[in-house]
């Protein structure tokens, strides 16, 4: 049996049910238990964040840090093998403190690239890109 194929749904209804359900209120963590193998890891900013349940409070701050957190999955890519799954994704908000910054409520909105590895019906690795950095200077930036 193939990854797309495996477990609960096609990887494409995985990855979906993860946007949809884990990242958008009323943030499912019965769903996130179901989806996200216990040995899971993200690479994002630069590091990897190891295990679920160091996945789960990193995800729990992050969705903290912005208010109103909508995430919009853009496109899905699914190859053949349903292996891997791409989504480029737009993520909105207002800012709570995000990155350390001033939880001042200003717009938050920019897109991010993720490919997670579907393993035996569960999400086991995930590297997202973002582009942090200019997210980071939009929200400390003093008007002149």
Not at 12 to 24: C, K, M, P, T
Not at 45 to 58: M, T
Request: net charge negative; aromatic share 10%.
């Amino acid at each position: 049996m193939s990854s797309e194929t495996a477990g609960s749904g096609t990887a494409r209804d995985l990855v979906g049910r993860f946007w949809n359900e884990v990242w958008n209120s009323p943030y499912s963590m019965a769903v996130f238990d179901e989806l996200v193998a216990d040995d899971f890891a993200i690479s994002t900013d630069g590091h990897a964040i190891e295990g679920k349940e160091a996945f789960r409070a990193w995800l729990q701050t992050f969705q903290s840090e912005i208010g109103h957190l909508e995430t919009v999955p853009e496109a899905i890519l699914v190859p053949e093998d349903g292996r891997h799954v791409s989504t480029r994704m737009r993520v909105s908000g207002f800012n709570n403190g995000l990155f350390g910054t001033e939880p001042d409520q200003v717009p938050v909105d920019f897109v991010a690239i993720s490919v997670m590895e579907v393993r035996d019906g569960q999400l086991a690795y995930h590297w997202v890109e973002r582009s942090a950095f200019e997210i980071h200077q939009r929200l400390t930036a003093k008007d002149s």
